[in-house]
């Protein structure tokens, strides 16, 4: 108990300090703003990978249409601020809705389907949402929505960010999350168990799409630009692959995954085309060799980091 | 009526290529339950070979699509034998993420030594157009190269599956690895050989949509390759005469939308069969119903 309270204030100190520190950085611009806008994306990133997570890592429901969910988000967000003049915060939960509805939409009729079938019901999905706002002249169309209200700062991202994956833990560590995490091992001894297969499944759905809804809001708010093209397909692979490399069924391995990649783009940015060969490679060398992804289904914490690698791996191996 | 002619006419050959590359779609998923996402890619490479065939090495047009089919089938055993062999026994979705990465593999290596512009084909058919029904309805001398090539891949396809050793052993290790491996049947040996197979005709219909819209580019493969799986799955996913309809029926229905509706909807239009078809009649049109296993 002790040891558990421990921990929490811990984490609250953590959370503070880096809030804190890089609010610092920010405001005697240290951290400028090409930077800036590298650190902000690394939290959409890391809001993306943690409730893809969610649904593929933990509930074991691949999906390959995350982005879609995310266009959704950034949508909504960007007409409510810019076409309604509506305030942000409003936007902001009107987006994340809007999202987790799509996401029960989505969730009731694939639930019949599993494995490979859901993945590419669900990129089917994200695509015809894509192409929709690409018809839709109200939003832009193919060219896009520009002017989008500038409202995200850094107390906004850091807020929507440590939520997310605080929210998302505590979901995993509860009797929810645990239902989701009997299904993903074997859906046919969970159901006969007595766990309700179908409520558990589209509620890993919402609650994903409900977050990938706040990213894509993040996304409209922070970057004044949106078009459907940036929703595509890549981008749904670009969340799976953070989420496969930190290793599915881990939290904390999102959150390194999102950060590796985002860095790894930040680096080659000038060279797109060797970025996604080294995309391709990771996510080959990460299947043939760890197949589990950086962390497997472990956590970080500080119990982890005190043990030292070697019992981290024996762990990870379990 | 002439223009629905028309439209039909271009959906067929349209639809023909679909059913080339839903064939290997179909005959891997069959073999070894895998979505090949690298497949259309193998279709892009396919494209590739053939522009250098004709275009650099002057080579005509049937020594072209034979070269093209060979290299194509070996860059699809090499595939195999690379990424998907080594994962046979992991779970399904590990095996689905490396087809990912394979396909983002062979997209920008493509891209990164080939260039990412368009590149257009020289002319190495004389292309004549034959008109009907005073002049309403045309037919270029091109979709007929595509009409009888396909048909002619797919009548040896059907003959090599049906009438020959390896077909009976693809046919035997689709229906049960296992049991096929206990009657002597060399499993890996089969599934190189179906995966050869199914990215040769890929190579075909790269080439073939490389003279027919005269352009080809590293990314042209993304969305033929998933509309080609959508139409195996339509047609009931591991099974041949289901690839060959489904890809067809597509082709047609695409083409259908395009001209009386918005063709900006064109490529929605496959999605939405696959969700209604997914939603319906998983198994396809043709496809049988299997049980769940538990």
């Not at chain 1, 896009?144 to 605080?166: C, E, K, S």
């Not at chain 2, 395009?258 to 049109?285: E, M």
């Amino acid at each position: 108990m002790a040891d558990k309270r421990r921990n929490l204030i811990r984490n609250i100190v953590t959370l503070a300090a880096i809030y804190a520190i890089i609010q610092l950085l920010i405001s005697f611009d240290i951290i400028d703003q090409h930077l800036q806008l590298n650190l902000f994306l690394l939290c959409i990133n890391i809001i993306l990978a943690v409730s893809l997570n969610l649904i593929t890592g933990f509930t074991g429901q691949f999906s390959l249409g995350h982005a879609g969910f995310m266009a959704i988000g950034a949508y909504v967000s960007a007409v409510m601020t810019l076409k309604l003049h509506l305030p942000f915060p409003l936007a902001i939960a009107a987006s994340a809705v809007s999202a987790a509805i799509v996401g029960v939409l989505v969730g009731i009729p694939t639930l019949r389907l599993r494995g490979d079938y859901l993945a590419i019901a669900t990129l089917g999905l994200s695509e015809i949402i894509r192409i929709i706002a690409l018809n839709i002249d109200y939003i832009g169309g193919a060219s896009g929505l520009a002017d989008i209200p500038r409202y995200v700062n850094w107390p906004w991202i850091f807020a929507m960010t440590a939520g997310t994956i605080i929210i998302i833990y505590n979901f995993i560590h509860s009797s929810y999350g645990r239902a989701c995490i009997a299904i993903r091992e074997d859906d046919i001894a969970a159901e006969s168990m007595g766990i309700d297969i179908a409520h558990y499944k589209i509620l890993a759905f919402t609650i994903g799409a409900f977050f990938a809804g706040i990213a894509g809001s993040l996304y409209a708010n922070y970057f004044y630009f949106l078009k459907p093209n940036a929703f595509g397909f890549m981008k749904s692979i670009d969340i799976l692959v953070m989420v496969v490399f930190g290793g599915l069924g881990s939290i904390t391995g999102s959150v390194v995954g999102a950060a590796a990649l985002t860095l790894l783009s930040m680096v080659l940015q000038d060279l797109p085309t060797l970025r996604m060969i080294l995309y391709a490679l990771l996510l080959l060398v990460i299947m043939l060799y760890r197949p589990q992804g950086l962390l497997g289904n472990a956590e970080l914490s500080w119990k982890l980091l005190k043990r030292g690698d070697k019992d981290a791996a024996a762990t990870n191996s379990k | 009526m002439a223009v629905l002619l028309q439209q039909l006419l271009n959906g067929i050959s349209l639809g023909s290529i679909y059913a080339l590359l839903a064939l290997g779609y179909t005959m891997v998923y069959g073999i070894i339950n895998l979505i090949n996402f690298a497949h259309g890619d193998v279709y892009m490479i396919g494209a590739y070979i053939g522009f250098i065939a004709t275009a650099l090495l002057g080579l005509g047009f049937i020594p072209a699509l034979l070269l093209s089919m060979a290299i194509s089938a070996l860059l699809g055993m090499a595939i195999e034998k690379v990424a998907y062999r080594p994962l046979r026994n992991s779970s399904r979705i590990a095996l689905l993420i490396t087809a990912i990465g394979m396909s983002l593999l062979l997209e920008y290596t493509t891209m990164y030594i080939a260039g990412p512009d368009t590149r257009s084909f020289p002319t190495v058919l004389t292309n004549r157009q034959y008109s009907f029904m005073s002049g309403q309805v045309n037919i270029s001398s091109m979709q007929l190269y595509i009409l009888v090539i396909s048909i002619m891949l797919m009548i040896l396809l059907q003959f090599i599956v049906q009438r020959t050793k390896i077909g009976k052993a693809m046919r035997a290790v689709s229906m049960d690895k296992d049991a096929a491996q206990l009657m002597g049947i060399n499993v890996d040996t089969t599934i190189s050989a179906t995966f050869a197979i199914g990215s040769a005709l890929a190579g075909a219909a790269g080439i073939l949509v490389g003279i027919y819209y005269n352009s080809i580019d590293p990314l042209m493969g993304i969305t033929p390759g998933l509309k080609a799986f959508i139409a195996a799955v339509f047609g009931g996913i591991g099974s041949i005469p289901g690839a060959m309809v489904g890809g067809l029926l597509l082709g047609m229905i695409e083409t259908l939308v395009s001209g009386y509706l918005n063709s900006n909807y064109r490529d929605a239009v496959a999605f939405v069969i696959l969700i209604i078809i997914l939603l319906i009649k998983p198994s396809g049109l043709l496809g049988k119903n299997t049980g769940e296993k538990v």
